[in-house]
């Protein structure tokens, strides 16, 4: 079990760095991406898709399964995650299209829906990278506060909060009030998460996450359970961070050693942070 903080200088610097984990894994052969939507991801996404345009990056062999995606929203809605996330990334490389899976945000039965999404998930053999944003309240996914710390995929009601921070995606003010989301439980069992966040809106939440108590009440806090997590900040969400200089110190060893999360698919840090 390792989370690995690592101090950024910028959003760009953020998602290049996500973007080296991510390549080093793509690069090995058939991969599963968990694909997080939302604008924390989004230096990521630029980023790979820059590496597949002018590095013969190729996501020919990768299978990815989105984190959650509105109810109520057929594929084709333009606010759907399934065509945000073609619009983002998945349209601008060589991720053949059936194999992008969403939970279907109007099927008529949507708990069974979500219920088949996590069985997906593990019938292709599990996500080995999940990309990952942080909401202000401590959301992962849309894991609203008090969750189950062992949640499947399922039906969540949106929080008011997270329903007025997506709302500027909504001119029509009509942002939906159910979703499906994987669950903290099938986050947990992805085989490496890479969470980002950048900006001083996230900067409470960031706190809550890395040093404050595993609790429902900040779910992104499961990710100190995880096997493997590694989290990228910009100093604007760094900047509550309590150990700060503890954070900074063991990066600078982990550089020396050269036991940087670049490669997390081919050596074990060295050194834990947590
Ligand atoms: C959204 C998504 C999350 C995302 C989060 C933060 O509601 N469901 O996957 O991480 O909120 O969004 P952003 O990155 O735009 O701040």
């Known amino acids: 079990m390792t989370v690995q903080i690592v101090l950024c200088e910028s959003v760009d610097h953020v998602g290049a760095r996500a973007a080296d984990i991510i390549e080093a894994r793509v690069r090995q052969g058939p991969a599963v991406l968990g694909l997080a939507t939302g604008g ?36 084709e809605h333009e606010q759907s995650y399934y065509s945000t996330i073609r619009r983002e990334f998945v349209d601008h490389v060589d991720l053949p299209l059936e194999r992008l899976f969403t939970p279907q ?15 997906a998930i593990a019938t292709a053999g599990g996500v080995d990278i999940q990309i990952l944003g942080i909401g202000a309240n401590g959301h992962i996914g849309f894991n609203e506060p008090t969750s189950s710390l062992a949640s499947r995929t399922r039906v969540k009601t949106l929080a008011g909060a997270t329903r007025t921070d997506n709302a500027r995606f909504f001119p029509d003010g009509d942002v939906p009030r159910l979703c499906l989301t994987q669950g903290l439980g099938t986050i947990r069992e992805a085989k490496l998460a890479v969470l980002v966040a950048m900006g001083e809106n996230k900067a409470a939440a960031v706190q809550a996450m890395v040093e404050g108590p595993v609790s429902a009440n900040c779910p992104a806090s499961v990710l100190q359970l995880h096997r493997r997590a590694v989290i990228l900040l910009d100093p604007a969400a760094a900047s509550r961070l309590s150990m700060l200089e503890y954070y900074r110190e063991a990066q600078e060893f982990n550089d020396q050693l050269g036991q940087t999360p670049t490669r997390p698919w081919l050596q074990e840090p060295a050194l834990q942070q947590g």
């Open 105 to 119: 945000g109007d099927a008529a039965d949507l708990v069974a829906e979500a219920e088949r999404y996590d069985a």
């Open 40 to 75: 924390s991801p989004s230096s990521t996404y630029q980023e790979l898709i820059r590496r597949h345009r002018e590095e013969q990056l190729s996501f020919g062999q990768v299978t990815g399964f989105t984190l959650d995606e509105y109810a109520g929203l057929p594929k």
